[in-house]
């Protein structure tokens, strides 16, 4: 499977090309990013555009979000339905986040 095919695969659960991408890359990686890594891959400053990835993604159950002791949050990509739209096995990492949807 092609990243093109994998992001319209993501597209497919509502999200635009760009939070496909990211979202995509995430995946294919460790399954986590900082707030901070989707606005430099999205090339916008602090605010809007990460914050409505991430809650979308929560929302659709795709993601969850951890905080550390010193307030960095953490997102994670960890929905079996997400990684079987992208053809990736999941992890024993990505059993805790719902795969309902």
């Avoid at 095919?5 to 995430?26: D, M, N, P, S, W």
């Avoid at 960890?78 to 739209?85: D, L, S």
Wanted: charged share 20%; net charge positive; glycine share 8%.
């Amino acid at each position: 499977m092609t990243n093109d095919e994998r992001k319209a695969a993501i597209q497919r659960f509502g999200y635009t090309e760009r939070e496909a991408a990211v979202l995509c890359l995430a995946a294919l990686h460790s399954g986590y990013f900082l707030r901070r890594q989707c606005n430099a891959f999205l090339e916008c400053q602090r605010g809007g555009n990460a914050e409505r990835l991430i809650e979308q993604g929560v929302f659709q159950g795709h993601l969850r979000v951890y905080q550390s002791a010193n307030r960095t949050q953490t997102s994670h990509v960890g929905a079996k339905p997400f990684f079987t739209a992208i053809g990736k096995k999941t992890t024993a990492i990505a059993v805790g986040v719902s795969s309902s949807r």
